[in-house]
């Protein structure tokens, strides 16, 4: 299904492309021979691209400690192999391309994307194994497969981001019931459309699965670095309600990528610094926060917990004691928390879940509000 629909889109002209800069750059390093000059001259063609690689290669993400003043110097301090894919993906990074579906948020989608590429690099650097520019190539070109459903098929794409949630949502489930395949598939095919190395379309394909990337010790270990960078980019984006990101980093203690609390926060610390910095280099630091219709659906979802809360906790306490109404369960002067005297107290008498209490609720809620600086 997703090289069928890729064949599609290619022959509709509705694939996003990078610009002739990046592709002749591919091109150029498919040949062996390939010379440091012949990438430098053609960098060079692109203003643009070549100003945002230098400065990736000045940047504390990279942190040589001197001062890289030429595509030169920057081919020869990176490696060919990995200009070739940073460049590619550079040349991507706010892509607006017109045609994309309603509902699809550039700034939001690319923030997460650079989120998720500091994230892999500092999780590489951590584990000493992989090329730490490879695993930034990867974790920037995780989601490319959402750009391409977003411009190829916008006809259909719009109600896979409203099911599941918004842009940054995971979105596979829904692809898969709506298109027959995953914005997962879809990238990583495209990815090798390109020509880029087989084992990072690989590692991009199995990236919430890692286990399945079997036979290749590269893509194995690059596919567990993007399911813990996503998890981070998520927390770094706020791409989710707090009970979801409260998962998402018990999943990264669990992930065996980073050992205990101490290391978890010092990794986080510092891809957070580098995120923001890079965000600032690529022109996208609006869309490292929620926009406010993403706010305003979590808030809506919050309190709609507190009003189900209070609602389940007063049908639990009719069925327990038959006695009680509705006119006497909650003295009008009293709030559900501050039970009188001759009402029994409805969290020693009650039997629902504790995630359904009042109380339980509105903490969620204060907490919610309080980190973004919200009255409550």
């Not at 060079?44 to 003043?69: F, Q």
Request: hydrophobic share 40%; aromatic share 4%.
């Amino acid at each position: 299904m997703t090289g069928s629909l890729i064949s599609k889109l290619k022959s509709g002209s509705r694939l996003p492309s990078p610009p002739g800069a990046a592709l002749r750059l591919l091109q150029l390093c498919q040949d062996d021979d390939v010379s440091i000059a012949d990438l430098a001259d053609t960098l060079a063609a692109d203003p643009a691209l070549s100003l945002r690689l230098l400065r990736y290669a000045n940047s504390a993400i990279v942190g040589t400690g001197k001062r890289i003043t030429s595509i030169r110097e920057a081919v020869l301090l990176l490696g060919i192999r990995a200009v070739r894919i940073t460049a590619l993906s550079f040349s991507l990074v706010n892509l607006n391309d017109s045609r994309a579906c309603r509902g699809f948020d550039y700034q939001r989608f690319w923030a997460h994307s650079v989120a998720c590429a500091t994230s892999a690099r500092h999780l590489a650097v951590r584990l000493r194994y992989l090329s730490p520019e490879e695993a930034f190539v990867a974790g920037l070109l995780a989601h490319v497969g959402k750009l391409v459903c977003a411009v190829g098929i916008p006809e259909v794409y719009p109600k896979v981001l409203q099911l599941a949630g918004g842009t940054l949502a995971r979105t596979e489930r829904y692809e898969v019931a709506a298109i027959g395949t995953s914005h997962h598939d879809v990238g990583a095919d495209l990815l090798l459309e390109w020509g880029v190395p087989e084992p990072l379309a690989t590692a991009v394909r199995n990236q919430h699965c890692p286990r399945t990337a079997q036979g290749d010790e590269l893509a194995s270990m690059l596919s567990r670095i993007l399911c813990s960078a996503n998890d981070m980019a998520d927390i770094l984006c706020h791409a989710a309600s707090d009970d979801v990101l409260g998962n998402r980093r018990q999943n990264l203690m669990n992930s065996g990528l980073i050992d205990g609390i101490t290391e978890y926060k010092a990794t986080m610390e510092a891809a957070q610094k580098d995120f923001m910095d890079l965000a600032q280099v690529l022109s996208i630091s609006e869309g490292a926060q929620p926009t406010p219709g993403e706010l305003q659906a979590e808030a809506g979802a919050l309190l709609s917990d507190l009003s189900l809360a209070v609602h389940l906790q007063e049908e639990t306490a009719r069925a327990e004691n038959p006695h009680i109404t509705s006119e006497n369960t909650y003295p009008p002067s009293r709030s559900p928390r501050r039970p009188t005297a001759t009402t029994p107290s409805m969290s020693c008498m009650s039997t629902a879940p504790y995630w359904t209490s009042p109380s339980c609720a509105r903490r969620r809620v204060c907490r919610w509000t309080a980190a973004r600086g919200l009255p409550w």
